[in-house]
Nanobody, 123 residues
């Protein structure tokens, strides 16, 4: 199986920065895409940023110009650099990965989630 482990969350003042990391480990043939989602109290989980195997990226409008997603394919790791943080960025941040597996005779993909890391931005 596959595990996603996030790190880097914490408490920061408005205007500050944090860098989240997510490492995928386990039975991985390749990684199709990785993404960061967030969920604030009382709200639905939303996509923050995503990156595919070709390093194409997409961002939620609310974080464009402030957040940067990147990946290290050799380390099966995705990062989220968050700058100019705002109180409305406060949420639990979750790593998501679409992992390709090889059964021995065919390929298939599955979605995995990390356990989440808390980000709190104080005003």
């Amino acid at each position: 199986q596959v595990q996603l482990v996030e790190s880097g969350g914490g408490l920061v003042q408005a205007g500050g920065s944090l860098r989240l990391s997510c490492v995928a480990s386990g039975s991985i043939f390749s990684i199709n895409a990785m993404a960061w989602y967030r969920q604030a109290p009382g709200k639905q989980r939303e996509l923050v940023a995503a990156i595919d195997r070709g390093n194409s990226t997409k961002y939620a409008d609310s974080v464009k110009g402030r957040f940067t997603i990147s990946r290290d394919g050799a380390k099966n790791t995705v990062y989220l650099q968050m700058n100019s943080l705002k109180p409305e960025d406060t949420a639990d941040y979750y790593c998501n990965a679409e992992i390709q597996h090889f059964s021995g005779s065919y390929y298939y993909s599955r979605d995995y989630w990390g356990q989440g890391t808390q980000v709190t931005v104080s005003s």
